[in-house]
Nanobody, 124 residues
């Protein structure tokens, strides 16, 4: 089993930045592709960004392209999401996800493990 724990969420003003972290524990060696998703109240969970095991391949959802950057440190079993130029539309619970496959995808069903989520609130 793999456990994922997000941290770094909080309240920030529009235009500000936050950095989320996702620490993997347990059988973290079985983790390949990882991703960030978010869910706003009343909306479906959506893909934010994904990264392959070696970190050389990344993908982003259209709303965050050019503003968010995903990265990972495999030695620390940790993934990051640097979020810049935040706006109220970015307000959501952000979830970390991990897959036993290196298939980098935006489909929720492809991910085997999920964190509990961390709240990000952007005030206008």
């Amino acid at each position: 089993q793999v456990q994922l724990q997000e941290s770094g969420g909080g309240l920030v003003q529009a235009g500000g930045s936050l950095r989320l972290s996702c620490a993997a524990s347990g059988r973290s060696s079985s983790v390949y592709a990882m991703g960030w998703f978010r869910q706003a109240p009343g909306k479906e969970r959506e893909f934010v960004a994904g990264i392959a095991r070696r970190g050389g391949t990344t993908a982003y959802g259209d709303p965050v392209k050019g503003r968010f950057t995903i990265s990972r440190d495999n030695d620390k079993h940790t993934m990051y999401l640097q979020m810049n130029s935040l706006g109220p539309a970015d307000t959501a619970v952000y979830y970390c996800a991990a897959s036993g496959s290196n298939w980098l995808t935006r489909y929720l069903s492809a991910y085997d493990y999920w964190g509990q989520g961390t709240q990000v609130t952007v005030s206008s």
